[in-house]
């Protein structure tokens, strides 16, 4: 609580409304000197940050381990001692996405490692350095053709033509598959499979914090279908799923800082074996957290939120495959 003089002026300084008390009836906002010495300052600072680590810590928590304890207390009116359900969502994602984007991924250094061991049983001694320098970056140049010619045997848009005019009619494409073939065809013209990899999940995880955002909606619409309209509101199904979304990407997080420490220690450790078992038991609560959130939130019977959560899963789970699948797919017609 601030310990700054009330000001004398009744009126309030953010929206001109009459202030009788410390607070305005009308926004809210503390009626005392704007004007703070630096101690002032600190005490207003540490404060808030109290306040809000304590609203965090809490909110984790209860995100963590007491599946819809949030949503049910957000719902009641239980709103100052939590994260808001936005709020709370916006800030694991943004610390998720945040830390995938500084650290590398292992799909590019598995493929470079790859890469060096392939061209490394291509290459011949030399006593010329310069000689074997130049066939060093020749072995290299092949190997990439090598491993693309194998990844990517399609065939080019000459033969696609001719069999498109002279060809079977089984054998003949649709305007669409002809238009997928034809991009297909220029992406791997213009790129090589590590760098079609690299620019796909450049581009997949810079945008999907859009996808999760398209996916919510829908979720809690199917959550709207399943249950009593009369009883249950679409917001009331929108803030659960924020919850379960928060959840979700809270647990990918932790997942990823683990393995991302232990990484540090090198590989076949006995921290490995650790980090094994950490992975398994967070994707199996995983897996598991929405029947225990499911069934306490809407109250329903035991075997009829088990019945409920187990469709819901599969519905939500080739809804979202059919959105990356889809996604992907855009993806890689837009690759330059």
Not at 188 to 210: A, D, R, V
């Amino acid at each position: 609580m601030s310990h700054s003089p009330i000001r004398k002026d009744k009126t309030c300084l953010n929206c001109r409304h009459v202030v009788e008390q410390k607070f305005c009836p009308n926004c809210g906002q503390e009626n005392t000197d704007s004007r703070k010495t630096f101690h002032h300052l600190f005490i207003h600072f540490f404060e808030d940050l109290t306040h809000y680590e304590n609203a965090f810590w809490k909110t984790i928590k209860n995100l963590l381990f007491k599946p819809s304890t949030l949503t049910k207390e957000y719902l009641s009116g239980k709103r100052l001692s939590y994260l808001a359900p936005v709020r709370l969502y916006i800030f694991i994602s943004f610390i998720t996405f945040l830390l995938i984007a500084l650290f590398p991924n292992k799909v590019s250094e598995n493929l470079n490692k790859s890469q060096e061991e392939i061209s490394s049983n291509f290459e011949k001694p030399s006593k010329d350095k310069t000689k074997n320098h130049s066939d060093k970056n020749y072995v290299q140049e092949k190997t990439m053709k090598q491993i693309d010619k194998k990844y990517f045997q399609i065939k080019s848009m000459k033969e696609i033509d001719s069999i498109q005019k002279y060809g079977k009619e089984s054998e003949k494409l649709s305007d669409f598959g002809y238009w997928i073939y034809e991009k297909a065809v220029h992406v791997t013209e213009h790129n090589t499979k590590k760098e079609i990899i690299e620019k796909f999940i450049e581009s997949f995880l810079h945008n999907i914090p859009k996808i999760l955002f398209i996916i919510m909606p829908f979720f809690a619409f199917f959550l709207w279908i399943f249950h009593n309209k009369k009883k249950w509101y679409y917001f009331d199904h929108g803030i659960f799923t924020l919850h379960y979304f928060s959840f979700l990407l809270l647990i990918f997080l932790i997942l990823f800082i683990i393995n991302k420490i232990i990484g540090l220690f090198g590989e076949d450790t006995p921290l490995t074996v650790v980090g094994n078992i950490i992975n398994f038991v967070g994707i199996l609560w995983m897996s598991y957290y929405f029947y225990p959130a499911h069934h306490r939130f809407y109250g329903e019977s035991r075997i009829v939120s088990f019945v409920k959560s187990f469709i819901l899963f599969f519905i939500n789970f080739f809804f979202i495959l059919f959105l990356l699948v889809f996604y992907m797919l855009y993806i890689f017609i837009n690759l330059h």
